[in-house]
């Protein structure tokens, strides 16, 4: 079961996130917090034409809410911010075994372990929920300097 | 003494198995496993002396009440009061500071008046404070402490003050074992004519208590990290602060007269317990204590220290594990990080080896900032624990790093 949720790609992405850091331009950001664990991220977008053009975050976790953060971030870069806050909606449902239907949208899938470790279920969707923010929360200009 | 096996057989749950393994529960300081002596005297209250408490004429209500005033002599005996009559029911440890702070509090704290609490309280013993001090425009001060968990005794000697109205201590640290030195930490408060509250909640089940020969004023419990019941527990306070304090909870019970021009107060420890208590869990509580002080705190402890030492060289024999809460005096309470693996995610892999940790901030935000840390493994140790369960802990955590290898 446990070989499930830690499996390679996770540690790998959990290990090297990608997307991590800072972005050039921002226009939209916003962070989340787990107040039970402490894990904090923080999403960075640049979204133009309704399109998130470029993403990044930053923040600390354990492996399981940094390799999401990072595998979202791989998955919903160029997309619609329709399409991404419906990628959400089908990757909660799934990690919350309120469907049985496989994502087959990649690396994402080998999140479903978290399914069998219900106090993990924050942790995989923390990044995810300060998207869901961040795409509302447009940056002031005075946010925007480093 | 008893032997180790009928010992267990006095734990039923820790015969289960959790994820085709067998249990190691090392949770304790979370809550402990309670042993079938206190859920069957429990069980008798409600099957045979079920009524309310101080209100009936008849003899069943008679002797409900007699078993809830037991408990509460119980209570007193094992924490060395004067009487039972200042030790107060309450839902736990948390209502217990709560009652402080907002019936003293309020009554006693003024602007600019600091309350300074250690810097690794609980935030049971700090957040009650805030809120008393924001309404009285007191302040809250931390009191340093070491990274070894080790309270900074010279850096509150410095601090106290005419201003200072009120010093808080853990008597055992929940998230690095450390035993805090109380009498020292009272004799301080007590010489700028503060009072002192002391968190018990992780002192009970591992400590001797003597509230007066520390002088105390204030003594916070919690019945459920002590072989008892969750959902009760006591404050002991001294007679004569109870007694100037005003009420806390209004209700029937609490009162002597009642008109709505006016209502007089029952005496301690009644004024602080309106409405109707939690019966069974009271003597419950009661009877966990008995059944402690039967087995014997010091073979407890003895029990515990072992197992946590052997917990903790083994542990930092494996590397990139960094042991936390390094102080000479200490429950057994092994707190650990381990290299750059998150602490959930070590939690995560020993529940899946039937290994039962708390992993995260415990409860103690600023603590873990002090000591740089977003949280910790932390293995808390009680008398029934096994080698057995130690090993688990072992293999499970080689496990994790074989994974993040
Ligand atoms: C040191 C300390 N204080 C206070 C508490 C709060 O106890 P309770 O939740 O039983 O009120 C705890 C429990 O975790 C504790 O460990």
Redesign the pocket.
Known sequence: MLNELYQETILDHGRKPRNFGLLPMVTHCAEGHNPLCGDQIRVHLLIEDDTIQDISFEGCGCAISLASASLMSSAIKGKKVGEALGLFERFHATVTNASDEELGIGDLDCLIGVRDHANRIKCATLAWHALKVAVQSPVTQSQELP | MMTNTSLLDQFPLLKEKVRGHRLAYLDN??TTQKPLPVLEEMDRIYRTLNANVHRGVHTLSQQATDAFEEARAKVARFIKASEPAEVIFTK????S?NLVAQSWGLANLKPGDEILLSHGE?H??IVPWQLAAERCGAVVRPIPIFESGELDLKALSEMVSSKTKVVGI?H???ALGTINPIAEVVRLAHSVGAICIV?G??GLAHEPVDVQAWGVDFY?M?A??TYGPMGV?ALYGKRSLLESMPPFMGGGDMIRTVSFDGTTFNEIPNKFEPGTPNVPGVVGFGAALDWLAAFGLPQATAIENDLADRAAAELSSLPGVVLRGTASQKVGIVSFTLDSVHPHDIGTILDSEGVAVRTGH??CMPLMRRLNVPATVRASFALYNQPEDVEALIKGVQKVQKIFA
């Open positions: 300081a979370a736990g440890c948390t209502e500071i609980h049971a013993n853990k055992v640290c929940n968190d909640a992780q916070a919690s459920h990290k527990g415990h409860c």
